[in-house]
């Protein structure tokens, strides 16, 4: 009865945190969208797919980076996070200025919005304003760049052993392994002792470890293998990190060129899929669930599941569960997207024709303070505030 008593003590506790007001997972920012993806759960592997410019690092960077670090900023009681990131696309330093014009844009209500050509001043005449360096040294901007960099440990190793070992020296340094002698026979045959895991007790119970990696097909290679078996391999230690150690291992996954052809285009086939994972698709049955993201604007898809595409232009992106073990599949939703500020709300339902043209004329507002250069408070029109009012009734209920 060892394994019914211990499966009954997690259910008894995980009900009495829930009647404490504690937490059994970190909650999805898109509450309209929970019953399909609650959130953050602990000992599990989340793999990000979807085709070329349909934001995956971004989304990545929002979902698993941005939004554990802001919600343990603000409860510090229920939870602590610890990201590792290995961003093999962009720098460290890329990374702390996608998350500064983030912050700058959600903390301002919305009314500082920086594009990444104003943040680092790359237009000829057209600085930076002090104003913004001096609202970063404020609160609260000031102490989230803080808690970020004590927070987020960037990995310099690109190979999967490397990348591994970089983690579970975190594991034993925060926390107890246990291992147990077995009797095994080598290769010749002969009984030899060697020692296996048995089991691992974090020091803090209500930290969340998450590993972010963007992407599978930037790795490194390992010693003697090509993309497909280093991928396949750093596949494995992801599920040993989730699985002995409860750890969150996140992976952005290319789709094919495939799934991005001609043919696909003729046929609308702009949804990721399980088989189409570009380098390695053997990952799809180590993850714990596959999320994708589809841009039908990139491929010139002109109306996308009710949603006017040639008013939205590349202001949207369409959220789904590939894959699940727990869970719903394949359900949808439609996000509002703002690639300079890697921002995303939900977008209301397509019938809601009133709020969606106020979205398509504060879209419109973008593209023309753009053009005539006046970026730094661009609108006043609180967009998050908007689409809370479509879908505040659906959030309620979550």
Known sequence: ???????LHYLHERRERNIRGEINCIPSPLKGFRSEFVGIEKERYYILTGNQKSAKSQFTSFMFIFHPLIYAFQNPA?????IFYAPLEESPDQAVMRFIRFILFVYSNQKVRIDPQLLESTVEKKALPKEILDLLDQSPYKELLEFYESHVEFIGEKNPT???????????EHGTREQEEITVKDEFGQEVKRKQFK????NDPDEYVIIVLDHFGLLGLESGMNLRDTIKKMSNYFMELRDYY?????????????NQSLDAFKLTRIRP??????????TRYDCSMM?????????????????DITKLKDHQRFFEVVLSRFGAMNSIKALYFDGAVSYFDELPKPNDTAFLERIYRYINTLKEEKQKEIPVESVFLTLSKLIR??????????
């Open 1 to 7: 009865m060892e394994l019914i008593d211990r499966v």
């Open 78 to 82: 229920k939870l602590r996070v610890k």
């Open 162 to 172: 490397g990348i591994y070992k970089r983690c579970v020296k975190y594991a034993i």
């Open 199 to 202: 089991s691992y007790t974090p």
């Open 246 to 258: 409860k750890f969150i291992p996140v992976a952005v996954q290319q789709q094919s060129v495939e």
């Open 273 to 282: 899929t399980p088989s189409g994972l570009a380098d390695c698709k053997d």
């Open 291 to 307: 999320l994708g993201l589809s841009n039908p604007y990139a491929m010139e898809v002109k109306n996308f599941l009710g949603y």
């Open 389 to 398: 009012k479509v879908t505040g009734n659906v959030r309620d209920n979550h």
